[in-house]
């Protein structure tokens, strides 16, 4: 979800990085880049919260898909189920 919105959002990730240190939130490029290629889990709520806000998309629907990733499958419906 991460790669498909910083591709449509057309910035680069130096410009990503810059605009979320604007939001106090630093992280390195190389970070960034390891995210959107899934090659480390999710970055914390309060990162996915400025991301999904610089980066234009929903922030409920992006944390979702973050929470999703970290936690075993069978806890996610069971959560949903109770939402």
């Known amino acids: 979800m ?3 919105a910083t591709e449509r959002s057309g910035l680069s990730l ?3 990085i810059f605009k979320l240190a604007k939001e106090d939130i630093c992280m390195d490029k190389a970070i960034l880049s390891k995210l959107q290629n899934g090659k480390c ?3 914390r709520d309060e990162v996915n919260i400025a991301l ?3 980066l234009n ?6 944390r979702l898909a973050a929470a999703k990733e970290l936690i075993p499958k069978s806890l996610f419906e069971l959560i949903k189920k109770a939402g």
């Open 2 to 4: 991460l790669k498909k």
């Open 57 to 62: 998309i929903d922030s409920e629907k992006f």
């Open 14 to 16: 130096s410009r990503i």
């Open 52 to 54: 999904a806000e610089v």
């Open 41 to 43: 889990p999710p970055a």
